[in-house]
């Protein structure tokens, strides 16, 4: 069965440098997403990317945010100057299908951030 | 700002009875529902959906139910089995280019 397959699994990096978070979605999906859980609270949105650029974003994804898809498969993740408040689990995830009708979202397994 | 409201963070259930699971929302535009299922170290999967035209959808032994009027959405796993012990979220979408909005989601303990 296709997946959502996300690197690293586990990332710590020190307050302040740049961390690049790596997903491959299913081969055939053409919406991505970036969504994040701090530990305890909800899974929050982040952005959404349809056709080589964002077509939505949260008030989180500010300009220390950024994503791309530089080949076609990848689909990356990169906070330019991480915060203590950066630490969360990072969940991609993609879609066949965008809104309104978004339908099953496949997310992969996270990759857990830890900013010291 | 909670769009999506899953009031009850834990519940426990005995084996073979009926788990519900809750979910209020506030924002009148979502017509598009689904819950997530999370295990630990994994991330959320589709369990199952509903649009705002139908007021109930089965799959197997997950059943939703909608009460637009209420806002409120609620899923039912008959008979709950201890595998069915998990983090699960409900989530919906709206008209437009919106994207999914989350509950805090609800660990369900099934006791063998």
């Known amino acids: 069965e296709p997946e959502v397959t996300q690197t690293p699994s586990h990332q710590v990096t020190q307050m302040g440098q740049e961390v690049i978070l790596r997903c491959v979605p299913i081969?055939?999906?053409?919406?991505f997403y970036w969504y994040r859980q701090i530990l305890g609270q909800k899974v929050e949105f982040l952005v959404s990317?349809?056709?080589?650029?964002?077509?939505?974003k949260s008030e989180i994804f500010d300009d220390q945010f950024s994503v791309e898809r530089p080949d076609g498969s990848n689909f990356t993740l990169k906070i330019r100057s991480t915060k203590l408040e950066d630490s969360a689990m990072y969940f991609c995830?993609?879609?066949?299908?965008?809104?309104?009708?978004?339908?099953?979202?496949?997310f992969g397994e996270g990759s857990r951030l830890t900013v010291l | 700002d909670q769009q999506v409201k899953q009031n009850s963070p834990s519940l426990s259930v005995q084996e073979g009875r009926i788990s519900i699971l809750n979910c209020d929302y506030t924002?009148?535009?979502?017509?598009?529902f689904l819950w997530y299922k999370k295990y630990p170290a994994e991330g959320p999967t589709f369990l199952i959906s509903i649009s705002s035209i139908k007021d109930k959808n089965e799959d197997g032994r997950f059943t939703v139910f909608l009460n637009k009027s209420a806002k409120h959405l609620s899923l039912h796993i008959v008979p709950s089995q201890p595998g069915d012990s998990a983090v699960y979220f409900c989530?919906?979408?709206?008209?437009?280019?919106?994207?999914?909005?989350f509950g805090k989601g609800t660990r369900l303990s099934v006791i063998a």
């Open positions: 989530a919906a979408s709206g008209t437009g280019n919106t994207p999914l909005v």
């Open positions: 995830a993609s879609s066949l299908r965008g809104a309104p009708n978004t339908g099953e979202l496949f």
């Open positions: 924002n009148s535009m979502f017509d598009y």
């Open positions: 990317f349809y056709n080589n650029e964002i077509s939505e």
């Open positions: 081969s055939n999906h053409l919406y």
